[in-house]
């Protein structure tokens, strides 16, 4: 971390002002010591450049084994498509000019696929995540000086009120305990004026017809690394099968989901590897998470008027998307 986000930072228990304990510094990050609570007493170890406020052994255990072994797999710089970056500003909407110079906070940053696209818009950077995580996302990222990353709770975050211009969580809301919670969590750190942007897996009744659903109840309970083990030798296996369902004309979006895979044919223009690396990489999330709880918009847009934001907007855009302003 840089001591520039000091004053950002404060004990995620009681509030107050964090001091910092530097024990190796080196071109003006601070690899290893502690940011002390003299009023609780807390102390928060920095550790490899990141301020580590939760262990990485939690519900999101899984997330750090599938984004330290993907690593680089969904940034754009290595993909060398503007997927992540389409997705991020088509459903801020936002633009790249309003964000540069302004501070922006990334909850749930997972390997660092949109804290990659703030940055290059010329943002600065606190990019959180509960998970190991945010050791992936310091090394892609970390060359830039206006990232900072941090472990944190999305509902006990290490934030001063008040302090960020923008805040955005995507693809991370559904697998916490308590989406309604995690959103009004999200809204203490915006600026009066700040802008929020987010996304849900949406909740419909054919949900109950996914076989996703259906292997859930056991795929969750494995050992993460079991069920990477599983995934990486069948996904392979059904890809020429899933292949062929999404090549049917018209019906090939809605018959690809009778596998429980996800993968990319007819969507994005990869290689054959990255079809492979994409389907593995989110089919472990989506059979691994412990949590998965999809939402309706009309609940989203209640949640962000009971946090009270203004200018609300929440609809289904594939995902449930949904947008407000502080104040």
């Known amino acids: 971390m840089t001591p520039d986000v000091l004053p950002l930072l404060v004990c ?74 389409d997705r991020f500003f088509r459903q801020s909407r936002w633009s790249a000019a309003e964000l540069a110079g302004k501070r922006v906070l990334d909850i749930g940053c997972g390997a660092g696929r949109f804290a990659e696209v703030a940055l290059a818009a010329g943002a600065r950077v606190v990019a959180i995540d509960y998970s190991a995580a945010v050791d992936a996302c310091l090394a892609n990222l970390g060359a830039n000086e206006r990232l900072t990353v941090i472990q944190a709770n999305v509902f006990q975050l290490p934030i001063k009120p008040g302090s960020f211009d923008y805040v955005y969580c995507f693809g991370v809301l559904q697998h916490t305990p308590d989406p309604h919670a995690a959103v009004l969590a999200m809204s203490a750190p915006l600026k009066r004026g700040g802008k929020l942007a987010l996304d849900l897996y949406p909740r419909q009744a054919w949900n109950l ?19 990477f083990g599983i995934v990486s030798w069948l996904v392979p296996k059904l890809l020429p099968i899933g292949r062929t369902l999404a090549a049917v004309p018209v019906l090939g979006r809605r018959l690809r989901y009778v596998l429980p895979l996800t993968m990319y044919y007819q969507v994005f223009p990869f290689t054959s590897q990255q079809h492979r690396e994409w389907a593995i990489l989110d089919t472990f999330d989506m059979l691994a998470s412990r949590h998965d709880h999809p939402q309706t918009a009309a609940a989203v847009r209640k949640w962000l008027a009971e946090a009270g934001l203004r200018d609300v907007q929440a609809a289904r855009e594939g995902l449930v998307v949904a947008r407000a302003v502080k104040g």
């Open 209 to 227: 017809l996914w076989p996703k659903y259906w292997v859930r109840p056991v795929t969750r309970r494995l050992q993460p690394e079991r069920l």
């Open 12 to 85: 995620p228990v009681c509030q107050a002002p964090l001091a910092l304990a530097a024990d190796v510094e080196q071109g003006g990050r601070v690899d290893s010591g502690s940011l002390d609570c003299a009023s609780c007493g807390r102390r928060v170890p920095i550790v490899r450049g990141i301020p580590r406020f939760e262990s990485s052994d939690n519900y999101a255990t899984s997330f750090g084994l599938q984004w330290t072994t993907f690593r680089a797999t969904q940034l754009d710089s290595h993909v060398g498509l503007p997927i992540s970056h």
